[in-house]
């Protein structure tokens, strides 16, 4: 048994997979569509593409003044925490708000805000520059805004490990919430940083995709055609509980969170290291807080972002960690790479298998690059009750969590 | 001016248009010292009358109709001294 699980008792997403949980989960389980486009937003950037949250518009989810005082960042995570806390079966009208906080991962706060009023202070000067740019941007104004929708006074935070992020904040939920800092957290991660000058820094990194001629299958985790991912927006928020509490409310939670590793590679900014160190130290810390044994995992949701460098060393690490086989997927196949926020709905995504035994598959993979691993195609009922999901990160941030039905 | 003001408050910053009355104080129709600010801009950009800072925090205790008086005696001065 593990020291600290902590039960998931809410899951809130909002992806380009759809808007709710049910929407999102249904299409990345049954891996029938990818959601990359090309974007006309970003007509400055060649073969741009991203996966867009579709026909998200904050104002039509939330109070208008609310709506235009927030960034889409923030909009997000606020919807994406709505549902959870419903999901839940919790009031926030009936909560100890000092009880409850918020722990969620952003990796660079309100860029769409930054580069507009970047372009005032250009075009017309500083005067011009809105007094909402901060308030706006700042990447903590998430758990601020959040925590005065729902009258959460209890410790509040954002953590960065860019594209770890999301694992790291629950991981973070979960120890604060088994030291007593909380009877209630809500956790997990938000991103909206499909804007130009992020895109085109991406881009001269040569991390995205060019598959324009293609959209559909620019993402395409551990296929041997992959060229680079696919830049995506959204929020997952997951309400975690003790689970003696969530009992007692007569609540099943829908997964637990049972272990959780993270390490620094301490090795370049932006390339992982060769041998997979980090991942590894993670992986096995991950599964010493969980008292589990690599045998004990039945699947594993992979960081698998379609780049060529990441997909090949982490299939390599997953193969040698994991040798009985346990079926590997990627659901970035479907979302496209939410960068901050992939860890935190790749998390609800795996407690949602775990609930309903079945493994969502990987998409666009027709010529897998990696032999050695069961990678499958078609979503696959599968029996089995503990489950990991990777996160890595520019910056050598690795993130592990293990999550378990039971 | 009220209806042009008004227009500002809810169309620009979304005000909820029952609570942009002209006995309504600015504060309790959602103009905090944020959204002071944008006005200040709002209404130089749309009204072309220009307040300094200092003009503009002390317009903050005002209501929706004092600021549009005011507003109206910026524009009446403005066409005196711009023939």
Redo the contacts between chains.
């Keep these: 048994m593990s020291r600290s699980r902590a039960a998931i008792t809410g899951v809130g997403l909002l992806t380009p997979a759809g808007i709710g949980t049910k929407a999102s989960w249904e299409t990345v389980r049954n891996g029938t569509k990818t959601m990359a486009a090309v974007d006309p937003s970003l007509w400055q950037i060649p073969a741009a593409l991203s996966c867009r949250v579709p026909g998200f518009d904050g104002e039509a989810f939330l109070d208008p003044v609310l709506a235009r005082r927030t960034d889409r960042f923030t909009q997000f995570a606020l919807v994406a925490a709505r549902e959870a806390v419903a999901d839940a079966g919790l009031d926030p009208a009936d909560w100890d708000g000092a009880r409850v906080g918020v722990v969620l991962g952003n990796t660079a706060g309100g860029m769409e805000t930054v580069e507009e009023q970047c372009s005032i202070l250009e075009k017309e000067g500083a005067r011009y520059v809105s007094p909402l740019l901060l308030p706006k941007m700042l990447p903590n104004m998430v758990a601020g805004q959040l925590s005065t929708l729902l009258g959460a006074t209890g410790p509040g935070m954002v953590v960065a490990t860019a594209c770890s992020s999301g694992t790291t904040a629950i991981g973070v939920a979960r120890d604060l919430l088994a030291a007593d800092r909380y009877d209630i957290v809500l956790t997990g991660a938000t991103e909206a940083l499909v804007t130009p000058a992020i895109i085109a820094g991406f881009a001269r990194l040569g991390a995205l995709s060019h598959r324009d001629h293609d959209p559909a299958g620019s993402s395409r985790p551990f296929d041997r055609g992959r060229d680079g991912f696919v830049c995506a927006e959204g929020a997952g928020v997951l309400v975690l509980e003790r689970e003696a509490d969530a009992r007692a409310r007569g609540v099943t939670p829908h997964a637990f969170v049972t272990g959780f590793g993270a390490s620094s590679d301490a090795h370049h900014v932006t390339r992982p290291h060769p041998d997979g160190q980090g991942t590894q130290a993670a992986i096995n810390a991950a599964l010493r807080d969980a008292d589990a044994i690599p045998e004990d995992i039945g699947y594993v949701n992979a960081h698998g972002t379609s780049t060529p460098v990441n997909d090949r060393l982490e299939a390599a690490l997953l193969a040698k960690n994991l040798p009985h086989g346990p079926p590997i997927s990627s659901t970035k196949g479907v979302t496209g790479h939410l960068l901050g926020a992939a860890g935190a709905i790749e998390a609800a995504f795996t407690a949602l298998a775990l609930r309903e035994q079945v493994v969502p598959p990987n998409v666009n993979l027709t010529d897998p690059e990696p032999a050695d691993l069961k990678l499958p195609t078609f979503p696959e009922r599968h029996s089995f009750d503990l489950a990991l999901s990777l996160s890595a990160a520019f910056g050598g941030q690795n993130a592990v969590l293990a999550i378990a039905r039971h | 001016m009220f209806a042009e003001l008004k227009t500002l408050l809810v169309q620009n910053?979304?005000?909820?248009e029952r609570m942009v009355m002209p006995e309504s104080l600015l504060e309790d129709a959602?103009i905090d010292s944020?959204a002071l600010?944008?006005l200040g801009?709002l209404v130089e950009q749309h009204l072309g009358i220009t307040f300094t800072e200092e003009e503009l925090v002390r317009t903050a205790s005002l209501t929706v109709g004092q600021f549009s008086d005011l507003l109206a005696a910026r524009r009446q001065k403005l066409q005196e001294v711009t023939p």
Excluded: A, F, I, N
């Design positions: 910053l979304k005000l909820d959602g944020l600010v944008e801009l």
